[in-house]
Each structure stands twice: as C-alpha cells, then as structure tokens.
C-alpha cells in the first residue's frame, strides 16, 4: 500500500485500483476512513479507470497527528497523494466533508481537476448543528453507541452488516480527528472561494435529513459555474454504502461523460 508525507511531515496511506489513463481521487468525509467507499467501488464501472483512494489524517492506515485537521490541510494532503501516485489531472469524488475538501482542491488548483462528483456535500460555508447535536458529534470518539446513534440519525437505508462495518471504521478514528474535524466542518468558511472553480459537476442529493435536496441547491449548486444537481430518492447520507450499485451508476455515468467532454 502507498504512503507518502504531508507537508507537515504526516504519513499518508492510501490505495490505487485499477490502471486506466483516467485518475480519480476519491475523498471521504468526517468520522470514516477511506474504506467508507468499498461497496461502490465493487459496483463501479473500472473501465479506464484509475482509483486513489486515501485515508485523511487521523483514520485508517494514515498518521495521527495532533493537529492539522482543517480544510486547508487537508487539501494540501489530496493534493500531496495525487502528486505521489503521478496524478497530474483528476476527478475528484468526494462525500460530506470530504465534498468540502473536494471543493477547495478544485478552486485551489482548477487546471489539475477535470470534473467533481459532491455526494451529499458539506458546503463551503459550513453547516453549524444545534448545541445538542454538536455534543453529540463532537464528543463522539471511540464511543461506539453515540457513532451508532449520529449514523441512525444520518441513514435511512443502512443495513444491518454495513451499520457494523462502519461502526468498526469510526471506531478507530483518532480523537483529535473527530473533534478537529468537526470544528473544520461545521465552520466552513470559503463560500467566497467557489467561484475559482472551472472543473464541470455533479452534486448529488439524497433524502438525507442534514443535507435535503432544496438546501444543496441553495448552498451548493448556485454558487458553482458549471454545477447541476440529481436526485437519489431513498437513501440518507451516506448512499455509497446505503445504495452502491445506484450510487456507482451516478458516477461511473459522469466520469463517462467528464471523459467524453475532456
């Protein structure tokens, strides 16, 4: 498995699958690790593809620093993969904060991303909870029954094994990601920045409770140039893992289409 360094020194681990001429990075979210994304990539159409699949800091095989868990950082450690693993134009696939960071990286560097698919997306902006649920969220690590409460609140269509094979993913989340992370999330703070963004995209709502398809509209596709919106009826927040195969069409029929008008 692959690692390379952050700019701060942290190790960063991830996976490559597939060998196509096509690079697409794919970018998880908060409380997860890069195996949040597994079921879609069984349903997902490889055809010249090539899958980066990093885990951030403070999750999965990565380092776990004491700090270095804002958007920023962690757009300099995407960009610090993709550099490793030769990929110089990509697609980018990102899922809740990672939509978040996904954003940034294609405003940061429009010329390097060729299209972006935002499942469920964190906006820019930010997306502050009331005080109960920010208790809750934040003071979330390794406590198994308040990561099973926050995913029953998140999910509407999560089954019985996939609920457990999250669970053990978050489970071995560091404190410092869970409650950094957070912060960075919830605060946002570069609406302003979106307008840099060139890359053409693909948000995609669910019947999510926190992110519904009215407010990404609002939030998310009026505020970038070439965005347009589809709805997944059914599914909560995390449909990669709720709704694979439907999930995987979504984004095998944009890269499809990216590849075509690249």
Request: net charge neutral; with cysteine; aromatic share 6%.
């Amino acid at each position: 498995m692959p690692t390379t360094n952050a700019t701060d020194g942290t190790p960063l681990h991830y996976r490559v699958l597939g060998d196509g001429p096509r690079d697409v990075v794919l970018v998880h979210g908060w409380m997860v690790s890069g195996a949040v994304w597994d079921s879609m990539l069984e349903k997902l159409d490889m055809t010249g593809l090539r899958l980066i699949v990093p885990d951030h800091r403070g999750t999965g095989a990565s380092g776990r620093p004491a700090s270095g868990y804002t958007l920023e950082q962690y757009a300099k450690d995407v960009l610090a993969v993709a550099d490793h693993a030769k990929a110089q134009r990509f697609a980018v696939v990102g899922h809740s904060m990672g939509g978040q960071i996904a954003k940034w990286v294609a405003a940061d560097a429009p010329a390097r991303v060729s299209g972006l698919v935002l499942l469920n997306t964190v906006p820019a902006s930010g997306l502050p909870l009331p005080p109960d649920a920010a208790g809750l969220f934040r003071g979330s690590a390794g406590d198994r029954e308040k990561q099973k409460t926050i995913l029953g609140l998140a999910c509407k269509q999560l089954s019985p094994e996939s609920l457990e094979a999250l669970l053990k993913d978050s489970g071995a989340v560091s404190k410092d990601a869970i409650e950094q992370c957070f912060d960075s999330w919830t605060a946002g703070g570069f609406a302003d920045r979106l307008s840099a963004i060139t890359a053409p995209t693909l948000v995609v709502a669910t019947d999510d409770p926190f992110l519904p398809p009215v407010f990404l509209k609002q939030a998310v596709v009026g505020l970038i140039r070439n965005a347009r919106m589809t709805h997944l009826p059914g599914p909560g927040h995390y449909p990669q893992v709720e709704r694979p195969a439907e999930t995987a069409a979504l984004v095998s029929a944009f890269l499809a289409g990216n590849a075509a008008q690249a």
